[in-house]
């Protein structure tokens, strides 16, 4: 069974706090994504990753960082948070060839900016 | 840059009726690949069934099907047949890129609610 955890799964910060939300993947996917759901908004994306070491820029960039140190883990960074990054964040993984565009998502975390 | 749009924010049924959520997308390119997925109250985002723009056959899984017309750039989700169970959010993705080097563009959803 495809698994993709991700930790913290609520969170709450303080503004100009250090956050680091955290995604491991046990599907062997080169693939991994970060997304925020907010109401109106969907699921937008921030950074993705094709790989250990890759990082890319996604829609919404600004005011987060991303890191793949390996094929399993992939985290998302927030140096200074801000209130505005108030959201939901859930993390993804998807493979390749016949199952292209198939993510498979985590449970998503909560955070909370004060 | 690509764009899927879905312009219903919530649609409720009585159960066992039939459903369509609506969504169109903007693309340059000349195959591509749509998406639906659901999300459900705990927060669960799953795959359900997928479009490749070159088949002309309409995609259909268990009581899902799409409404593929290519012409309108429109692609929507059919559920026959609702069950409570299938409350629930929608959305519609497209894939960006190409070969391994893809990501997926969502909607913004539709909340779908089945009453009894």
């Known amino acids: 069974e495809a698994a993709v955890t991700q930790s913290p799964r609520n969170k709450v910060a303080v503004t100009g706090g250090k956050v680091t939300l955290s995604c491991n993947q046990t599907?062997?996917?080169?693939?991994m994504y970060w997304y925020r759901q907010d109401t109106g908004h969907g699921l937008r994306l921030i950074h993705y990753?094709?790989?250990?070491?890759?990082?890319e820029k996604g829609d919404i960039p600004d005011g987060y960082k991303a890191s793949r140190p390996s094929q399993e883990n992939f985290s998302l960074i927030l140096e200074l948070a801000t209130p505005s990054q108030t959201s939901v964040y859930f993390c993804?993984?998807?493979?390749?060839?016949?199952?292209?565009?198939?993510?498979?998502f985590g449970e998503g975390s909560k955070l909370t900016v004060l | 840059a690509q764009k899927v749009t879905q312009t219903q924010t919530s649609i409720s049924v009585v159960e066992k009726t039939t459903v369509t959520m609506d969504c169109v997308y903007e693309t340059r390119d000349s195959s591509y690949f749509l998406f639906w997925y659901k999300q459900t109250a705990s927060g669960e985002i799953v795959f359900l069934i997928r479009q490749d723009s070159y088949k002309k056959e309409n995609a259909t899984v268990g009581h899902y099907s799409l409404n593929f017309q290519k012409p309108k750039s429109s692609i929507g989700l059919i559920i026959t047949a609702t069950q409570i169970e299938d409350s629930a959010v929608y959305f519609c993705a497209m894939r960006e890129g190409v070969s391994g080097s893809w990501q997926l563009i969502f909607g913004s959803g539709t909340q779908l609610t089945v009453m009894p």
């Open positions: 993804a993984s998807g493979g390749l060839g016949g199952r292209t565009g198939q993510l498979y």
């Open positions: 990753s094709y790989g250990a070491g890759s990082t």
């Open positions: 599907n062997n996917h080169n693939n």
